[in-house]
């Protein structure tokens, strides 16, 4: 039966815990809300109407979701490049940057060089860059065009086996 990490993780929760937790989703919304008011705002509906998406979704994510770990919701490269840069600014400690792509099924000469950008950056901070859900045809693409036999980007194909799998 499925239990929501939620309920393992409270009971040795503390104030450290808490405290990175807030940080992390003052990151996120930093990067969430105003991308949830241009996603409203591209697909035709008003602006707080994303917010409120946003919003709410997130508060269900992050409780009913399967790992601490992840950020539920839309997020670009660019979004991506800019967590790089607040998690070596808040001299924060990571080993894994996971990319959800499940509904990404092309990926242009931007988000190549987007993903090469990302790539580089983990590589300098020494974080692991793991895609999972990628299509057949994304993961050929990135391995033609980005090459880098010391410090490769992982693919899997679930995020909820490649998340236990790194929470060991």
Sequence with gaps: M?????????KDYSFQQFYKDLVAGIIVAIIA????????????????QGLYT??????????????????????????????????????????????????V?????????SLKILKKGCKKLGIQLIVVEADEKIQVEVNKLIVDVDHPITFYDSLKDTVELLEG
Excluded: C, W
């Design 105 to 113: 099924h092309f990926i242009d000469t931007t988000g190549i060089n």
């Design 33 to 48: 809300l105003p991308l949830s008011i241009a996603l409203a705002t591209a697909s035709g509906v008003a602006p707080e």
């Design 54 to 103: 946003a919003i709410i979704a997130g508060f269900i994510i992050s409780f009913l979701g399967g790992s601490r770990v992840q950020i539920g919701g839309p997020f670009f490269f660019g979004s991506a490049n800019n967590l790089l840069d607040t998690i070596h600014t808040l001299h924060l400690e990571t080993e894994y940057l996971i990319l959800d792509m499940m509904k």
């Design 2 to 10: 499925f239990k929501p990490k939620f309920f393992s993780t409270i």
